[in-house]
């Protein structure tokens, strides 16, 4: 295990697990529907990958690359966009691909931005959520599991740019952030 980190949160086999049965509904929630699959970069890369081979039906993916301002471990809900989609998203359902739901912020303002684009629909799909830190009212429609209140990297997501390359997600100990 990674030096820095305190606890392994969530194991390899248990994030496949949650990302295989997360595909799977998609896969059947999906099946006539026009299916494109948004990975906001790059805490969502990883996931994202995982998640789209394990969704079965024709699909589409593209990305968008998002920074909030704020400091570095919470969100200020002002979203400045650093990489747009490549196209319309006009008649597509959209499934936004997040790893974590926090305080909601910038879902948030993603879903306002992205409705006004007129798309056939908008849902979230976030591997891992804090309910208790939410301060805007939404919520995701497809979830791998909430997590407490503890600032976890792995599988994505970072902590100052580092740790997105451990193939599990862990606590990382208190003298590293
Ligand atoms: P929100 O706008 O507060 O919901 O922020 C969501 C974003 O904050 C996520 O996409 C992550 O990039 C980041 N984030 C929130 N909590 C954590 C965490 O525990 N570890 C790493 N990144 C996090
Ligand atoms: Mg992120």
Redesign the pocket.
Known sequence: MNNDIKKVLISEDEIKEMVSSMGKQISEDYKDKNLLMVS?LK??VVFMSDLMRSVTIPCEIDFMAVS?YGNK???S?TVRILKDLDRDINGYDVLLV???????????YLMDMLYARNPASIRICTLFD?PE?R?VDIFADYKGSS?PD????GYG???AEKYRNLPYVGVLKDDKH
């Open positions: 906001v805490g969502s909030s471990t919470e969100s809900g997040e790893d974590i739901l926090d305080s909601g912020k910038t879902l948030n804090k830190r301060e997590v503890e600032f976890i990297v997501l970072d902590f």
